[in-house]
Structures are given as structure tokens and as C-alpha cells.
Nanobody
């Protein structure tokens, strides 16, 4: 059973920083792409950042230049570094890993709340 555990969420002031780790159990992490999704109150879930197993990275326009996605395959852990956080970044953030060749193979974390407010 693959488990993804996010942590690091909480309250952050506008302009502040936060790092979200995602620990993945088992040995499949290095063979999968990883995404960070987020869901703001009353809105649908959107992909904020993606990193493939080869390290190709993409961001949604709203976080470009502020967020950094990374992975440490040796530690089976992915990260989302959030800088210059804005109130509109307030959302539940979900870690997601997927097989790049079989869309049926995917796993989700339970989510971690990030709230940006003064």
C-alpha cells in the first residue's frame, strides 16, 4: 500500500514562505512523476506544479517565479517551496504521484491546509 504524507502547512503572512514536504512510502517514488495540486475554498482542484521522473518541471502561471517544486529520490520525498505567498494561495495542497505511462496508477496524499492571512 503506497502512502503519501504531506506536512508543513499552516498559517503564513503575505510575503512569507513555507515548505511542504511529501513523504512517499515504498520504492516507487523515483519511477513516478509528482504533482502538487491545490483546492481553494469553493473552487476546483488545480495542478500548481509538476516534476517528471526525469526532472522536467512545469508551473501554473499564478505561481511561476514564487513556488519551486523539487524531489529527493533517495529520501522518497518531494517538496513544494512557497515564497512570496499571497492570500490567493490559500488552499488545501495535495501531493500526487503518477505513472507517466499508465494513468491508472496514481496516488494522492490527504492534503495539508495553507492559509495566507495577516
Amino acid at each position: 500500500q503506497v502512502q503519501l504524507v504531506e506536512s508543513g502547512g499552516g498559517l503564513v503572512q503575505p510575503g512569507g514562505s513555507l515548505t511542504l514536504p511529501c513523504a512517499v512510502s515504498g520504492s516507487i517514488f523515483s519511477r513516478n512523476a509528482m504533482d502538487w495540486y491545490r483546492q481553494a475554498p469553493g473552487k476546483g482542484r488545480e495542478s500548481a506544479a509538476t516534476i517528471t521522473r526525469c526532472g522536467v518541471i512545469n508551473y501554473v502561471n499564478s505561481v511561476k517565479g514564487r513556488f519551486t517544486i523539487s524531489r529527493n529520490n533517495a529520501k522518497n520525498t518531494g517538496y513544494l517551496q512557497m515564497n512570496s505567498v499571497k492570500p490567493e494561495d490559500t488552499a488545501v495542497y495535495y501531493c500526487h504521484i503518477r505513472d507517466e505511462y499508465d494513468e491508472r496508477l496514481e496516488y494522492w496524499g490527504q492534503g495539508t491546509q495553507v492559509t495566507c492571512s495577516s
